[in-house]
């Protein structure tokens, strides 16, 4: 769109682009998976050349908003729990979630890169409920910004990929620390996936996958209550509906151990 929003990404912060794209190819449809205006709208409103860039795959669009209902489930089931609760973006990019199943209640905070925090506050200007924070996820300066007290939901979507197993650990440790009785919803990547963008093998002609070294496959979900003890329930989050053969594969895919998958965690109570 000429005159829009023109973002200078790299690697890692693109991906925020790359998501929300494909929210809104789907969100564009008819008959939708997933109800996301908002995601329209910035498409629209940025200077960018998504399609050129990141396809226009009907199959890659369907999943990502898949994964999106995932973790807008979990954050409603919280909010029905906790409806003045916080709930926090970690890697939060360009993401609609506080537009699609905010209770007109709760808080909203997201942290992100300085750069993906800048365009965020440009394109979705923080208000009284909807803050910003520009900061490393994995710094923990951060939980500082986050107020317990009416209980709190931590979403890492498309975010622990990114980071070092170590980092995905230490991450998740520290909220089970800080955040007692608190809950995390989390996805991941299947080890052979991780293998390939480590090595630099995903890729289509315009846009490359940036390396993903934290793989997990479905079997080893269980592993994440390990990091803290206060790690107390590990349940797998499974997309629901579909469209076309896509709706009739999903049970199959359940049985597929190196898989995608989202993951949800609860936090013991003080």
Same mark, same amino acid.
């Given at each position: 769109m000429s005159g829009g929003e023109r973002p200078e990404?790299?690697?890692?912060?693109?991906?925020?682009?790359?998501?929300?794209?494909?929210?809104?190819?789907?969100?564009?449809?008819p008959?939708?998976?997933?109800?996301?205006?908002?995601?329209?709208?910035?498409?629209d409103?940025?200077?960018?050349?998504?399609?050129?860039?990141?396809?226009?795959?009907?199959?890659?669009?369907?999943?990502q908003a898949l994964r999106a209902a995932c973790f807008d489930r979990e954050?409603?089931?919280?909010?029905?729990?906790?409806?003045r609760g916080t709930v926090v973006g970690l890697g939060d990019g360009l993401e609609t979630q506080a537009w699609r199943v905010d209770n007109g209640r709760a808080d909203w905070l997201a942290v992100d890169l300085p750069e993906t925090a800048a365009l965020?506050?440009?394109? #979705?200007? +923080?208000? /009284?409920? &909807?803050?910003?924070l520009a900061c490393p996820v994995t710094d923990p300066g951060w939980m500082d910004? %986050?107020?317990?007290?009416?209980?709190?939901?931590?979403?890492?979507?498309?975010?622990?990929?990114? #980071?070092? +197993?170590? /980092?995905? &650990?230490?991450?998740?440790?520290a909220c089970a620390e800080r955040f007692p009785?608190?809950?995390? %919803?989390?996805?991941?990547?299947?080890?052979?996936?991780?293998?390939?963008?480590?090595?630099?093998? #995903?890729?289509?002609?315009?846009?490359?996958?940036?390396?993903?070294?934290?793989?997990?496959?479905?079997?080893?979900?269980?592993?994440?209550?390990?990091?803290?003890?206060?790690?107390?329930?590990v349940r797998e989050v499974y997309p629901e509906g579909g469209r076309g053969l896509l709706r009739a594969l999903l049970p199959l895919v359940r049985r597929v151990n190196a898989r995608p998958s989202v993951v949800a965690l609860r936090f013991a109570g003080s």
């Open positions: 990404l790299a690697q890692v912060p693109e991906t925020a682009l790359w998501t929300l794209w494909h929210r809104a190819v789907e969100a564009r449809r008959d939708t998976v997933l109800e996301d205006p908002k995601a329209v709208e910035l498409v409103r940025i200077d960018f050349p998504f399609a050129e860039r990141f396809g226009e795959g009907a199959l890659v669009s369907q999943l954050v409603a089931d919280f909010l029905n729990r906790c409806p965020r506050e440009r394109l #979705l200007p +923080p208000d /009284e409920r &909807r803050r910003i910004e %986050v107020d317990p007290a009416r209980g709190v939901m931590i979403c890492a979507e498309g975010l622990l990929m990114y #980071l070092r +197993p170590e /980092e995905a &650990r230490a991450l998740i440790a009785g608190g809950s995390m %919803v989390l996805d991941a990547v299947p080890r052979w996936f991780s293998a390939r963008t480590v090595q630099g093998k #995903l890729r289509t002609r315009h846009y490359q996958a940036p390396p993903m070294p934290f793989g997990m496959d479905a079997d080893e979900h269980g592993k994440l209550a390990t990091a803290h003890p206060a790690v107390t329930d």
